[in-house]
């Protein structure tokens, strides 16, 4: 069975920083483009920033310069490193993990910027 469990969620204010982390299980993690998506109440879920299993990255304009996209394939991790948060950053942010028609979704955690 997959899981993807994510952590590192919480209230920060507006400037600072987390760093969000997804622990993958039940699938050849090294093999899968890994990516985190964030959903914003009323608005639909969009990627937020992505990494090949060749460790190439993408990320969204709103956040390039600010976030950072890393994983660790010996721990099944792949990481989000967050700095400079917006209060437009605020949303629930999921794991997800792609290989060719397989896609999974972790359960989501919140992040909420606000002073």
């Known amino acids: 069975q997959v899981h993807l469990v994510e952590s590192g969620g919480g209230l920060v204010q507006p400037g600072g920083s987390l760093r969000l982390s997804c622990a993958a299980s039940?699938?050849?993690?090294?093999?899968?483009?890994m990516g985190w998506y964030r959903q914003a109440p009323g608005k639909q879920r969009e990627l937020v920033a992505g990494i090949t299993n060749g460790d190439n990255t993408n990320y969204a304009d709103s956040v390039k310069g600010r976030f950072t996209i890393s994983r660790d394939n010996a721990k099944n991790t792949v990481y989000l490193q967050m700095n400079n948060l917006k209060p437009e950053d605020t949303a629930v942010y999921y794991c997800?993990?792609?290989?060719?028609?397989?896609?999974?979704w972790g359960q989501g955690t919140q992040i909420t910027v606000s002073s």
């Open positions: 039940g699938i050849t993690f090294s093999l899968y483009a």
């Open positions: 997800n993990a792609k290989f060719a028609s397989l896609t999974y």
